[in-house]
Every structure is written in structure tokens, then in C-alpha cells.
């Protein structure tokens, strides 16, 4: 009775098995499981039809960068922190450990990466069919957005200092926290005194924010922002670079978008479950 039992437990687990691995969805000899689809819909809290387009999405996409041989390597995202780090006039190193002290660094590398494979691919199937951003495109941007291009001159913060990060962390989270361990200190700063890399940090953080945890002069540093004023339009020739960007990613997507759309409806799927 015992062995017919454990039998039966055992056919029921490996069927259950089998319908979780079956697949569900062929997109040009690559398939989807039901497996896929519901790891999908658990981590990004998604709808089953909504879980279903968007891997039907990534595995046209995946083809994509395989058909046109397409990969990123420690080289070309070294590369890329270096221009990061230049645009922000720091330091490689010195940018490198703020993003580390600001976020994941894996995770950072990883979403670097993923831009990357993005860009080379739409170099690759966009090659002169999108029309280039020219002077007067950007300047009509520029008059449309200028909110964008502003910037605090003045800023007014608390500076905290600490040896000890894990306080100015709890600090954070409980801004009535005192220590003699830290010190305290009330600042009115200006743009033009501004290291890069606090001026990284203070424009990055909006008013009534505590900006990141950061090392500098062998302490803990961190800043809460209390107001930010004398507001100045930054000038179109400053911004010129960001705005042709800014231009070219929105034609950029809107290919892609069109250029996927066409993929899905020529792409052999086949729906068996």
C-alpha cells in the first residue's frame, strides 16, 4: 500500500511538473512555458495576457540582438562610466565609488548593459532611416521645455557629519535622532562653489530630501535640503547635447515601436495552451 502510494505521489508530481513546464507559446522555434508566464506575472505583478506580451515582446527582441550579433563587454560599459563620469566632470574612480555609495553597483553595470545592447541595436536596424535633430529642431525644443533646463544657483541644506554611516542612515529614517556623533551643521551654498561630485549629489536631490550617504575627507557625509532659490534657465548652448539626445530617443522609440510591431505580425507564433 505504502510503495502504491508513494507511486501515485510521485505520478501526480511529475504530471504537475509537466504542466508547468509545458510550453506554452512558440515564437520562431523559441518557447514560452507556462512556467515563464506565471514567474512573470508574480514578479512584476502583471495580468496573464499582460505577462504573455511582454515576453512575447523580450523574446523578439532577444532574436533581434542574436540575428544581428549583438553583445556588450566590460570594455564598452567601462567606456560608457567614463563619459558618465567626464559629463559630470569627476573622476572615473570618484564617480564610481558615489554610484556605489548612491545604489547597487551590479545592478548599475547591469542596467548600463542593457542600454548598451538598446543603442547598438537601433544603430544597427535604424542606420539612416531616422531623420537627424539640426539646430532648429532643438531650439524649438528648447523653447518648449525650458522647465527642464533650470537649475538652483542658491542652495540651502543641513550638512551631517559622522565617522559612523549606519547613524546617519538611522538618521534618515528618524530625523529627531540625536548623537554626538554627528555634527550638524546649517549651509548656504552656491553653484560656482560647488565640487563636481557634491554637485552631483545637491542637484540630484529634491527639496525637503535627504540626499544620499556619501564618503568624503575620511567621514560620512550627508545633506538634508531645505530650500532651493535664485532659479536660473541654463543656456541653450549648455543643454544643446541633452536636447539632441533627448530628440533622438523619442524618434528612436517610436521606430522601434513601429519596427517591433511589424515583427510580431510577421513572426511565426504559434499559441498551444
Do not use: C, W
Not at 58 to 72: A, D, F, G, M
Not at 85 to 99: E, G, I, R, Y
Not at 143 to 156: P, Q, V
Request: hydrophobic share 40%; glycine share 0%; net charge positive.
Amino acid at each position: 500500500m505504502t510503495k502504491y502510494i508513494l507511486g501515485l505521489l510521485l505520478t501526480t508530481t511529475l504530471s504537475y511538473a509537466s504542466l508547468v513546464n509545458a510550453i506554452a507559446i512558440i515564437i520562431n522555434d523559441t518557447p514560452i512555458t507556462l512556467y515563464d508566464i506565471d514567474l512573470k506575472m508574480v514578479n512584476e505583478n502583471l495580468t496573464k495576457q499582460q505577462a504573455i506580451e511582454k515576453l512575447m515582446d523580450e523574446t523578439l527582441y532577444n532574436q533581434e540582438l542574436k540575428k544581428h550579433n549583438i553583445t556588450v563587454d566590460i570594455f564598452d560599459i567601462d567606456n560608457h562610466i567614463k563619459r558618465l563620469a567626464k559629463q559630470n566632470n569627476m573622476d572615473t574612480l570618484d564617480f564610481k565609488s558615489l554610484v556605489r555609495q548612491q545604489q547597487n553597483y551590479e545592478l548599475f553595470t547591469l542596467q548600463i548593459r542593457k542600454q548598451l545592447l538598446h543603442q547598438k541595436l537601433i544603430s544597427k536596424i535604424a542606420k539612416g532611416k531616422l531623420k537627424i535633430a539640426n539646430d532648429e529642431d532643438m531650439k524649438i525644443y528648447y523653447e518648449n521645455n525650458k522647465n527642464i533646463f533650470k537649475i538652483a544657483d542658491t542652495i540651502d541644506l543641513i550638512a551631517y557629519v559622522s565617522k559612523s554611516k549606519k547613524l546617519l542612515n538611522q538618521l534618515k529614517t528618524n530625523p529627531m535622532l540625536q548623537n554626538e556623533d554627528i555634527i550638524v551643521q546649517k549651509m548656504r551654498l552656491k553653484q560656482s562653489e560647488l565640487t563636481p561630485q557634491v554637485k552631483y549629489i545637491l542637484n540630484s536631490t529634491n527639496k525637503k530630501e535627504f540626499s544620499v550617504v556619501f564618503a568624503q575627507n575620511k567621514n560620512y557625509n550627508m545633506f538634508f535640503i531645505t530650500n532651493k532659490s535664485d532659479v536660473k534657465s541654463l543656456s541653450y548652448k549648455n543643454v544643446k547635447e541633452q536636447i539632441f539626445n533627448s530628440i533622438m530617443k523619442i524618434r528612436e522609440q517610436n521606430y522601434l515601436k513601429e519596427y517591433f510591431e511589424t515583427l510580431k505580425i510577421t513572426a511565426n507564433i504559434q499559441i498551444l495552451k
